[in-house]
């Protein structure tokens, strides 16, 4: 079944790199996957805040977590929200300096966030950050009892709303420098990958490092 494209609204839609700007959803969950970290940015007493964050998605549906107490989330139930995440996937070397880029891929998502009350969805939604964030640890780990719900909020936000960016290649150079061969142009491409886990000091004598951790590392990336 061919999943329906992004249809831009007028606050989503890309203007400056109009070439950049991408449709298919299917490039929006993938940089969603591929990310750990978004930045949330909510607006507190009039002033705008960016917070990084860590969430998860599950289907057209983005999950975000934080203390009860926390006045971030608080403030994102009483007005639109914002969260984008980003992928930098290298930093392009142009003759002239004018030209220096980035190669990225952003996703940035607008909407009202939803308070998640039900305990099923509650709990759904915790599972899919963890899973997110640390592939097996849901099922490996004690899970959070009543107390500790009792200090989590749980928001979703809708993925409806999407614009997706992005840019991939070498320099756009000027022509004149490319004939001059002013400079030397290219790129210089950036990876992430896990280096080899290291136990926690309080860890007791015996414990093999779990397979869902090794099987993280050995993924690289």
Known sequence: MTRPQLSPTPRSTIKRG???AVTDRAVLESILDAGLICHLSVVIDGSPVVLPTGYGRD???????????ALSLRSALENEICVA?????????????????????????HGPARLVESP???LHGLRVLTEHMAPGSWEHSRQPNAKELAKTTVLALSLEEAAVKVRSGGPGDEPEDISDDVAWAGVLPLTQQWSAPVPSDDLSSGWEIPAHVMDRYASRG
């Open 120 to 122: 099923e969805e509650r």
């Open 59 to 69: 289907g057209d549906t983005l999950y975000i977590h934080g203390s009860s107490g």
């Open 85 to 109: 995440v980003t992928l930098l996937d290298g930093i392009v070397y142009a003759r002239s300096v004018f030209h220096f880029s980035a190669n990225y891929r952003s996703a940035v998502i």
């Open 18 to 20: 109009k070439k950049r």
